[in-house]
């Protein structure tokens, strides 16, 4: 099985995506953080059709960092009910696997 992860989370703007993105990197919870601007999005909230322009972030991860970084996104994101959603990476260039868990690190390791 393969312990290495893809995490998706938007952000409102910019501002609010460099903050999670540089946070996230260097508690170590994530490797790598990328920001993709401009993103719209379509959602129902609170019985209405909305959309946005937003950004989306991608983590790169190992098993072991997501629980602390669900936890730190969830407490620094200025959406109540952020995304947050996992995926799990079926398979990738070793050395590049190698390097994500070599700079990443739980909380209590």
Not at 4 to 13: F, K, N, S
Not at 55 to 63: G, P
Not at 64 to 74: A, F, M, P, T, Y
Request: aromatic residues 12%; charged residues 30%; negative net charge.
């Amino acid at each position: 099985m393969n312990d290495y992860r893809l995490v998706l989370v938007t952000a409102p703007d910019m501002e609010s995506a460099r903050k999670l993105v540089k946070g996230a990197v260097e508690r170590r919870f994530a490797a790598c953080g990328k920001i993709i601007s401009n993103i719209e999005s379509h959602y129902w909230w609170e019985g209405k059709l909305q959309h946005n322009l937003e950004c989306q972030l991608l983590y790169k991860t190992h098993n072991e960092c997501i629980g602390d970084l669900q936890d730190w996104i969830v407490s620094e994101h200025p959406f109540e009910t952020p995304e947050f959603v996992v995926i799990p990476l079926e398979s990738g260039f070793e050395k590049y696997l190698d390097w994500i868990k070599a700079e990443t690190r739980a909380a209590d390791a």
